[in-house]
């Protein structure tokens, strides 16, 4: 782990290279000063944190996976965070494809990624999807397939 020191060193060492190579700071094309930039904050971070960075930490730092891979080859990227209304879509999907199954909340929780508080109130909010067959038990139905069976 390099010191606050060496990180400054690099920098300016990478910087003049750059300088050097296209004769003028102005005529340095913008992205490779953003990646000398990048890898300095990089090097930062992981003194900051002692070494003891994630692909988690470093995705809340938004560094490009690319300068990340420079520092850990072993980086494969950050899967991106799934949205409730994904979660939702996904769930309700479900509900449509297994009609008549039999469920729990802890079930629902495990397949949809939600918590359990929120599958519980999923579940009150929406009566259309759920009959309760006891306590913490209940049967999926179609609301669509049913109507279409009454007619």
Known sequence: M???????IQYSKAVRALIEQYGNPSLVPSEQMREVSETARLHYIVLKYEGKVNA???SRYMLPASIIAKVNPDFEGVEPKVKRADK?????????ENSE????????????GMSYPTILKFIENNPQYFRKVKRGTYIVRNPSQERKEEK
């Not at 390099?2 to 400054?8: P, Q, V």
């Not at 939702?88 to 479900?94: A, C, F, L, R, V």
């Not at 729990?104 to 929780?109: E, G, I, R, S």
């Open 88 to 96: 939702y879509d996904d769930i309700y999907k479900w509900l449509d």
């Open 2 to 8: 390099l010191t606050h020191e060496e990180i400054g």
């Open 101 to 112: 199954v039999t469920v729990t909340p802890q079930y629902l929780v495990e397949l949809s």
């Open 56 to 58: 988690e930490l470093l």
